[in-house]
C-alpha cells in the first residue's frame, strides 16, 4: 500500500471531565517505528486504546491501513497485532496451545507455531505452561502472540516494562525485525533509552497533548548544548577538558585537548531524550 499505515487526524477522548487525549494528529509510515514517550498518565494507553479500535475517538478520525477503524474495525483488527499490559495468556495451556488457541479465534490455517516459539527463544518450552514462566518468558509468549497474524500494524504497550535484560533485548530486536518486514510500529514507553535506540521517530506525550514529534537526532540536535569531554592523563593525575562545539574556536581547542599527550578518552556528549523531554515540558519521565 502507499500512504501511511497509521493515519491520526485530531482525536481528543475524556472520561468524564478529566481530558485524557486532547487533539491529537500524526501517521506511521510502513516500515516505521514510532516511540510514544511519556509519564504515567500522559494518555498514551488511551490513545492506543482508540487506535486499536476499543473505543472510538469523541472527535477526529483514524485510519488505519487506509480503513476507518471505527467503520472497519473488524476487517482492521485482522491484520493487527495488539500487545497490551494486561496479561491475556491462558496460564494453564501450554505456550504451544496457548499460540494454536488465538491462531484458531483469527481462523488462521498453517501457522508455524514452533517457528513462532522460535523467534522467541521459548522453543525448548513449547510443552510447558505460562504458569510457572518468568514475566520475561511470558511477555515473550505474548508478543509471539501479537505476530501470530503476521500483522502490517503493530502497537506495543510497554512491551519490555519491567523485564530482566536479555528478555528486553530479544524483544527490542524482533521489533527491529517486524519494522524490517514492512510492520508499522507504535510502541509506547517511558523508557527513554528504549525509545531512543528503536524508534525512527519519537513523539513525547504530556497532559495528553503531542508536545513535539520528530527523529531522536533531530530532537537531540535542536536541543541542549553539543560537547566533547576529553580526558587526559598529565602528570600522574586525570584531568577533563569539555568543549562546546558550538563556541568559537572549538575545533582548535578540539585539537590541542584531542592532540595531548597522556589522552585517555574523548566522549561526545549529546542532550538526552529525557533531558529534552524536561526541557519542553518542565517534567521528568518519571514523575
Ligand atoms: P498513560 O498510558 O500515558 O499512562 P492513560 O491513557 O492511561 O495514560 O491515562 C490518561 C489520563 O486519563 C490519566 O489522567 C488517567 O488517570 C486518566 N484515565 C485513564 N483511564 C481512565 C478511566 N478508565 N477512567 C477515568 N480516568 C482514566
Redesign the pocket.
Known amino acids: 500500500m502507499t500512504g501511511p499505515a497509521i493515519d491520526v487526524k485530531n482525536i481528543s477522548y475524556s ?2 471531565e ?1 481530558k ?2 486532547d487533539d491529537i494528529s500524526f501517521s506511521v509510515a510502513p516500515g516505521e517505528i514510532l516511540g510514544f514517550l ?12 482508540m487506535l486499536t479500535g476499543q473505543m472510538p475517538p469523541q472527535s477526529g478520525s483514524i485510519d488505519i491501513l487506509g480503513q476507518d477503524i471505527t467503520r472497519e474495525r473488524t476487517a482492521v483488527q485482522g491484520e493487527i497485532g495488539v500487545c497490551f499490559e494486561e496479561k491475556n495468556l491462558y496460564l494453564n495451556m501450554s505456550a504451544r496451545e496457548n499460540l494454536a488457541f488465538f491462531a484458531d479465534l483469527f481462523g488462521l490455517k498453517g501457522v508455524d507455531i514452533t517457528e513462532l516459539l522460535r523467534r522467541v527463544d521459548l522453543a525448548d518450552r513449547a510443552d510447558d505452561r505460562p504458569k510457572d514462566f518468568s514475566k520475561g518468558m511470558r511477555q515473550r509468549l505474548m508478543i509471539a502472540r501479537t505476530l501470530i497474524n503476521t500483522p502490517k500494524v503493530l502497537f506495543l ?1 510497554e512491551p519490555t516494562d519491567g523485564l530482566d535484560p536479555a528478555s528486553a533485548l530479544a524483544i527490542r530486536d524482533l521489533i527491529k525485525t517486524e519494522a524490517a518486514r514492512g510492520a508499522a510500529v507504535l510502541l ?1 514507553t517511558h523508557d527513554m533509552v528504549e525509545a531512543d535506540q528503536l524508534s525512527d521517530r519519537v513523539a513525547f ?1 504530556n497532559e ?1 497533548r503531542m508536545v513535539t514529534l520528530d527523529t531522536p537526532d533531530n530532537l537531540k540536535l535542536s536541543h541542549g548544548k553539543r560537547s566533547v569531554r576529553v580526558r587526559i592523563k598529565d602528570n600522574g593525575k586525570v584531568r577533563e577538558e569539555v568543549v562546546e562545539l558550538d563556541e568559537s574556536g572549538a575545533g582548535d581547542r578540539l585539537k590541542t585537548a584531542g592532540g595531548a599527550q597522556g589522552l585517555m578518552t574523548i566522549h561526545t556528549e549529546e542532550a538526552t531524550l529525557e533531558t529534552i523531554f524536561i526541557e519542553l515540558t518542565g517534567r521528568g519521565l518519571h514523575t
Open positions: 472520561y468524564k478529566k485524557a487525549v511519556g509519564p504515567n498518565g500522559a494518555g498514551k494507553s488511551t490513545t492506543i486504546k504497550d509506547t506525550i495528553g
